[in-house]
């Protein structure tokens, strides 16, 4: 088996944090309340579907990475909601194509997907069609995750316009394929079934063997799914969860008009896919009334980024084939002029000569991209001509310019392709910066009313903001970096001589501690006091090189001057005035004579001797209030069904399992299976537990009491360990500061750069108020009132501020702090204008009391600066603080 690269991507994790947060919540108050707690929206319920049930979603952009999500979040809800390790999932996509997309990746034990679920099933794990699952074993339903893979459409009754579907009744028709399921049934569960006409005997339908197994249901982009009829098709299988991934949830809820809104859980920004490396940006956009000179430019700019892949390829092994997609017309009787594809393609080979074999037209009768291997080095294809839309499912990286010479009067006329050339090959900034942008040409004679029309096509087809869409879309005329260019040639910069900062021995030294990628392109020569550097400088070498000369603002601008000297960007004639680097230092310890990173390794030792705590306190929390295993439903004064949907699902799901005989050891591995302690030996966490056990037992309560309430009982163990953790970490976070302040220091040797392309946020500002200081042109996460905003409006206004930055909290690219349990993220970091920074955390007076460890970490930043970093927590709107502390 080939190794599988399993890391996520940072918004990744947060979403499906989010996810996780959000379960064990509904676990304790509810789907409603819970959603509450983690949004602060109010939770809108779904019709037919039974109350109570957690329908939410997770919006992502397209290009985001959608389905290894879903195949996280499996594993997630088993071990956080529905408390079983057998769960059983109807996933749904929205096309055939997808379909078999999806089924193949999830079948196949070598793929990211695949080893997503193996990461909590193991080899426990059946993927199923509808056809397969309508002959499922016993043993695939029950011997781990089973997975449903299917359209809805293949599983109602009937289509839109009621008449039967003969592929959807198979799921409700008696199937002697299915009979073994329901043999051994008790009672309880026999209740919840749909029975033969007059007899006891329920039918062995598939729709059946969902009910019993209560499914999760993964809705991948619900473009057909919220409707009325949709949700009265899922209610059939007495769903435990529902979860949506999408890119464009529904926004508006009007039942009367069968539009039902999406319960918005998190929502990933175009910022956090651009700081991951994941799409291309900006789009550069070119517009031209005559359709063959819009071609022609699309061609050209084809070949230079041709020409720049096989350099890049020189350099770095990564193999490109630039492609442009071509949107042609429909074809009309009334209009025999129109721009076809068939007109398209003659263009292609009579006059631009252009080989069969390289080009592939999908629409139509045409259908040349199945089959097809894109990222195949042998695959000649260059030129994807289409009208509509292209193959569904259908994902190349290599997709870079969009060339539209169809209508652009609504934004639906382009958004089914305009996601095609967003991605980013391998999720990976290329050495050059024209490979990490994509380029549209459209023959249009309104230039702007044809951006706009690309901008909404990234907000309704690829699910981006406004502001963000507003951004990305840039005017390019004439494309930089896409003349004349010489991968050889070497630029040079200006002068080092006036630098104070800098003599020529620690530039020397900087470079020679750059990594051996960037430091093969740059040479300093001592006698001139100048940096050159061969072929075009990237955006990330860039920063590097910023970086190693962090010391000095005047070689941070001679940088930026060389960037674009080496891409042939044309200087604004106000350069000297732009900003510079924004380098700020992050806090060191001394460790054995080395500064390092301050984290939690400096004051936790690891693996944590959990086995050495005293489990007995258990007793303290866990009591036990027996209960039938299928639970009760409690209503309350308002009719509604409330967290005992819950524990009565619980229940159904632990009667499909043939529960062993159990024993203390083998309770003790069932409990601790499902607590994650990834700083604890797993030998540890299990003695821990077994004393625990013991503790219990030796209070009075029975074995086999504990294991008739083992899911409440790990909850409490759960909790019992989260506290001992918290008691720890706090401790020794204190005693490292008692005796080891002096340990503390900061260097050019541990910096953040603050960066446009690399600045990630969950939503852009949206307020009237205008800042003119903040680093980047979008402001992340920054409400339009309340006293943050306050603050930074007094920051944005002080003279002695050169520019500040809003610090997005759990951002890669943010500056923190390390607090005893996690990551500290001041809310705003400035740069003075006499070069010091100063960091911001403003807290309402409700609150200041309780962040004491802030205050303490900040002012030991400062400290440690000597000078050359500020830190402050200004609260109930007492900004003077600000200027107290700049002025000392």
């Known amino acids: 088996m080939v190794a599988v690269d399993l890391e996520l991507k940072n918004y990744q994790s947060l979403s499906l944090d989010r996810f996780r947060a959000y379960l064990q919540d509904v676990n304790?108050?509810?789907?409603?309340?819970a959603f509450y707690k983690n949004t602060r929206l109010p939770y809108r319920t779904l019709p037919a579907v039974a109350e109570g049930t957690p329908y939410v979603c997770l919006r992502v952009p397209t290009g985001g990475g959608k389905t290894i999500m879903a195949a996280h979040s499996v594993g997630i809800a088993a071990k956080e909601f529905l408390q079983a390790p057998n769960p059983m999932v109807l996933w749904l996509v929205p096309s055939t194509p997808i379909l078999e997309q999806t089924v193949s990746a999830?079948?196949?034990?070598?793929?990211?997907?695949?080893?997503?679920?193996?990461?909590?099933?193991?080899?426990?794990?059946?993927?199923?069609?509808?056809?397969?699952?309508?002959?499922?074993?016993?043993?695939?339903?029950?011997g781990g995750a089973c997975i449903i893979v299917s359209t809805i459409q293949s599983f109602r009754r009937e289509d839109d316009k009621g008449k039967q579907n003969p592929e959807g009744l198979k799921v409700y028709e008696d199937n002697g394929a299915l009979m073994d399921h329901f043999s051994g049934l008790k009672d309880e569960q026999l209740a919840e079934l749909f029975m033969m006409e007059g007899t006891n005997r329920p039918v062995s339908s598939l729709a059946n063997l969902l009910r019993l197994h209560r499914p999760m249901v993964i809705v991948d982009e619900a473009h057909n799914t919220h409707t009325a009829l949709s949700f009265d098709t899922l209610s059939r299988f007495n769903p435990s969860l529902i979860l949506e991934l999408t890119a464009t949830p529904q926004l508006e809820h009007d039942p009367a008009k069968d539009k039902y809104a999406s319960n918005i859980l998190y929502s990933v920004s175009a910022a956090e896919l651009k700081a991951e490396q994941m799409i291309k940006m900006p789009i550069k956009l070119t517009t031209n009334s005559d359709w063959r000179k819009t071609i022609g430019a699309a061609f050209d700019c084809q070949a230079a980024l041709e020409e720049a892949a096989k350099a890049e390829q020189a350099e770095t092994g990564e193999y490109i084939r630039p492609i442009i997609l071509l949107q042609a017309q429909s074809a009309s009787k009334n209009d025999p002029n129109r721009l076809t594809w068939e007109l398209i393609e003659k263009h292609l080979t009579e006059e631009r000569s252009i080989r069969a074999e390289q080009i592939a037209v999908?629409?139509?009768?045409?259908?040349?991209?199945?089959?097809?291997?894109?990222?195949d080095p042998d695959c000649p294809i260059r030129f994807v001509i289409t009208v509509s839309k292209l193959k569904e499912g259908w994902d190349c990286p290599f997709a870079y310019v969009l060339c539209s010479v169809a209508e652009q009067s609504s934004a639906t006329a382009i958004e089914q392709i305009l996601g095609r050339v967003l991605r980013l090959p391998q999720a990976k900034w290329k050495q050059r910066d024209i490979l990490n942008q994509a380029y549209a040409f459209v023959a249009s004679a309104n230039f702007n009313a044809t951006a706009q029309s690309l901008k909404d096509g990234l907000v309704d087809g690829a699910?981006?903001?406004?502001?963000?869409?507003?951004?990305?879309?840039?005017?390019?005329?004439?494309?930089?970096?896409l003349g004349e260019h010489d991968g050889n040639a070497v630029y040079e910069s200006e002068s080092f001589e006036d630098d104070d900062d800098l003599d020529a021995p620690e530039i020397e030294t900087a470079i020679s501690r750059l990594p051996a990628s960037v430091r093969a392109r740059v040479t300093f020569d001592t006698d001139k006091k100048v940096i050159t550097y061969k072929g075009p400088m990237s955006r990330e070498n860039r920063n590097t090189i910023q970086l190693a000369l962090g010391t000095s603002a005047k070689a941070t601008k001679i940088v930026d001057r060389l960037y674009a000297k080496s891409n042939q960007y044309q200087l604004s004639a106000n350069a000297e005035g732009e900003k510079g680097a924004f380098i700020v230092p992050l806090l060191g310890f001394k460790s054995q004579g080395k500064l390092q990173l301050f984290t939690k390794d400096h004051f936790l030792?690891?693996?944590?001797?959990?086995?050495?705590?005293d489990p007995s306190v258990i007793i303290e929390k866990f009591r036990v209030v027996d209960r039938s295993q299928s639970g009760q439903i409690d209503v309350s004064d308002k009719g509604k069904i409330e967290i005992e949907f819950v524990k009565r699902l619980q229940g159904e799901l632990a009667l499909v399992v043939q529960e062993p005989a159990w024993t203390l050891p083998r309770l003790a591995n069932w409990l601790d299976s499902g607590i994650q302690h990834p700083d604890v030996t797993k030998p540890s966490a299990v003695k821990f537990v077994v004393g625990a056990l013991e503790a219990l037992i030796n209070s009075g309560q029975t074995l086999d009491e504990l294991a008739r309430n083992k899911f409440e009982l790990r909850k409490s163990l759960v909790s019992l360990i989260k506290e001992l953790r918290l008691e720890r970490e706090q401790e020794n976070y204190s005693a490292l500061f008692a005796s080891n302040a002096d340990q503390f220091a900061t260097s050019s040797d541990l910096p953040l750069l603050f960066d446009e392309q690399s600045y990630a946020f969950n939503q852009p500002y949206k307020g009237a108020t205008k800042f003119n200081k903040h680093y980047t042109p979008l402001i992340g996460d920054l409400q339009s009132s309340g006293e943050e905003f306050d603050c930074a409006v007094y920051l944005d206004q002080l003279e002695a501020v050169e520019f500040w930055i809003r610090n997005v909290e759990n951002k890669k690219s943010s500056f923190w702090l390390q607090l005893p349990q996690h990551k500290f993220y001041p809310d705003f970091v400035v740069k003075l204008k006499d070069g010091r920074i100063l960091v911001v955390e403003y807290k309402g007076a409700h609150l200041y009391e309780g962040e004491s460890d802030k205050r303490l970490i900040g002012s030991v930043w400062a400290d440690a600066s000597g000078s050359k970093c500020l830190f402050c927590m200004p609260t109930n709107k007492e900004f003077s603080i600000i200027d107290r502390t700049i002025g000392k």
Not at 28 to 33: L, P, W
Request: aromatic share 4%; charged share 30%; glycine share 6%.
């Open 28 to 33: 304790q108050t509810g789907a409603d309340v």
């Open 605 to 613: 030792d690891l693996p944590w001797r959990l086995d050495e705590c």
């Open 106 to 142: 999830l079948k196949n034990v070598d793929h990211p997907y695949r080893a997503a679920l193996a990461q909590d099933f193991g080899r426990n794990v059946s993927i199923l069609t509808k056809a397969e699952a309508l002959s499922m074993s016993r043993a695939d339903a029950e």
């Open 463 to 481: 699910g981006f903001d406004p502001l963000e869409a507003d951004q990305i879309v840039q005017d390019a005329p004439t494309i930089p970096g």
């Open 362 to 375: 999908h629409t139509g009768p045409r259908k040349d991209l199945d089959n097809q291997d894109i990222a």
